[in-house]
């Protein structure tokens, strides 16, 4: 915040060496954890908000799949039977007229292991919703433990998780009230990794809007593996 800085050349030097270690220290700490915690929250939105209709569909998706390699399978059996004995009776039927002129499905899509798999999807007003809410949580929390108001709470949170760091609003670091440095440096380690999580939700939801843009203007070829 620049309320607490060095005063001496060993102490400045000493910043400089511990910043230049700590900062790729805290960055890799933001990206792995950050991408962690996206992956963990698109699987539970997607267990939570899955969507009925969908389901279904996709339940029908995969009968219509599971059926077309059973009739594949079926009319291949047949065949090896009747290619070794044409008198000999195959334990499966014969295929009916219909079910023998279905084709092999192609190895793209047969060898999918979650054929239908749908794209999860997190609203980025949600992601604004959670970092709304995490600022006015701390807004509340140090508002109690400073005696400021909630706008000043608020703010100290905002300019804290935003790296700002002006310094005119602060912590109190008397030695009676050190337990509050360490709740704020756990809120501070929470707060920037929710923001880098929402950050990687956000950034791929953009980015697939540009690449559904560019595939329909026709700057993008056209992918199937585009779903995560």
Known sequence: YGNIAPKTNWGKLVTIVYAIIGIPLMFLYLTNIGDLLAKSFKYIYGRLCRCKPNDEKRRRRHREHYRVHHIVLHDTTSNINNFIDPNFPSKFGRPRLDETKMETLPEEISEEEDYGKQRIVVPITLCLVLITGYICGG???????????????????????????????????????????????????????????????????VLYKLRSVGMRLGIIQEQEDIQE
């Open 139 to 205: 807004a509340f929390l140090f508002s109690i433990s400073e005696g400021w108001n909630y706008l000043d709470g608020a703010y100290f949170c905002f300019v804290t998780l935003s790296t700002v760091g002006f310094g005119d609003t602060v912590v109190s670091n008397a030695e009676s009230s050190q337990h509050k440095l360490v709740i704020c440096s756990l809120y501070l380690l929470g707060g920037m990794a929710l923001i880098a999580m929402c950050f990687n939700l956000v950034q791929d939801e």
